[in-house]
């Protein structure tokens, strides 16, 4: 038997997070809609805990998503236990917070010189010059 959680728990965990901060939701909140303590929503994010088909119910109600959400980019069979720094910036608070604040620009042209901006600066750490 494996040691640690499963790597679909904490899949669904991570969404949770990301699902939740994109809403501004506290864990505190989160678990006042749901009827848990806010320290039980942390062990669901971190997939310590599993979350239960009817749990997992709630939380979708409570955040207003579509339950099947929680699964998406799950592949059967494929346990990925180490995730790069990158998918561990995504689903840290920084990156759901940058993400939202970028979503939230809807001028495209914008959104596009924002990427070249950081790109640009990036390079300038690397070191990169043109």
């Known amino acids: 038997m494996k040691d640690g959680p499963h790597a679909v728990d904490v ?37 310590s805990n599993r979350v239960s088909a009817s749990m997992l119910v709630e939380i979708a109600g409570a955040l207003d998503v579509d339950v099947r959400s929680f699964f998406e980019d799950v ?18 608070r920084d990156g759901v917070m940058l993400n939202a604040a970028f979503l939230s620009i809807k001028n495209e042209q914008v959104r596009k010189k924002i990427v070249k901006l950081v790109q640009a600066i990036a390079g300038m750490e690397l070191g990169e010059t043109e």
């Open 75 to 92: 592949q059967p069979g494929i346990a990925n236990d180490n995730p790069t720094p990158s998918e561990e910036f995504v689903v840290s």
């Open 11 to 47: 899949h669904v965990g991570k969404t949770i997070r990301i699902k939740r901060l994109m809403r501004k939701v506290s864990q505190t909140e989160l678990g006042d809609r749901v009827g848990v303590t806010f320290q039980q929503i942390q062990k669901y994010e971190k997939g």
